[in-house]
């Protein structure tokens, strides 16, 4: 019940595509859905996140959708860059808890020029 | 403003040894947390420290420990190292006094054990 599922394991996108990557959870305590972006070599960043009162929160080229009675949530990266190359997770976590993050198994998303 | 640091970047150790991390939290955080992310696969949550007291736990042995100083910072211990135990080793921190959900991320501390 403390899992959060993620898809696709990788993805290859085009220079200028939409990059879309999806979660899903089943604790229905969670109340904060952070993603993260991480690089080879460095610790993952917060990139945007969103609570499940929101269905959808958009800062500049990413936007995530939140479905709560299907719970789940999506990252959508519009006029994906080379630069966005990484890995990304989603993750979830309780207000009770935010120090403790459940993390999907992450996507690696390759942009190619 | 320097964010989480962690030391050493790297570390190689052979099986039963023991090892010590150390993190740096981010200026004006009072909360760290530790994660162990192994090769592919998402960071897992080993505990928090808070006001010098381990606050939460995730499902690790006893064999993780850790300590937070006044300063906040923090060391993660790991005794009677396992093969399973390399891995990259986070440091996380945030602001709890104030009340931010925002979670800060070092760069972490490569373990190999052989």
């Known amino acids: 019940q403390q899992q959060v599922k993620q898809s696709p394991q990788s993805l290859i996108v085009q220079k200028g595509g939409i990059s879309i990557i999806n979660c899903a959870y089943e604790?229905?305590?969670?109340?904060?859905f952070p993603w993260y972006q991480q690089f080879p070599g460095k610790g993952p960043a917060l990139l945007i996140a969103?609570?499940?009162?929101?269905s959808e929160k958009k800062e500049g080229r990413f936007t995530i959708s939140f479905n709560k009675s299907a719970k789940q949530f999506s990252l959508h990266i519009m006029d994906s860059q080379p630069g966005d190359s990484a890995t990304y997770f989603c993750?979830?976590?309780?207000?009770?808890?935010?120090?403790?993050?459940?993390f999907g198994p992450g996507t690696s998303l390759s942009v190619i020029p | 403003d320097a964010g989480v640091t962690q030391s050493p970047t790297h570390l190689i150790k052979t099986r039963g040894q023991q090892v010590t991390l150390r993190c740096s939290p981010k200026?004006?955080?009072?909360?760290v947390s530790w994660y162990q992310q192994a090769l592919g696969q998402g960071p897992q949550f080993i505990f928090q420290?808070?006001?010098?007291?381990?606050?939460q736990r995730g499902n690790f042995p006893d064999r993780f420990s850790g300590h937070q100083f006044p300063n906040y910072s923090s060391e993660l211990n790991v005794n009677a190292l396992l093969l399973g135990d390399s891995a990259l080793y986070l440091c996380?921190?945030?602001?709890?006094?104030?009340?931010?959900?925002?979670?800060?991320f070092g760069s972490g501390t490569q373990l190999s054990v052989l």
């Open positions: 604790n229905t305590a969670f109340d904060y």
């Open positions: 420290y808070y006001e010098e007291e381990e606050r």
């Open positions: 993750a979830a976590s309780v207000e009770t808890s935010y120090d403790k993050v459940i």
């Open positions: 969103i609570r499940p009162d929101v």
């Open positions: 996380a921190s945030r602001s709890l006094w104030g009340a931010d959900e925002k979670l800060f």
């Open positions: 200026s004006g955080h009072d909360t």
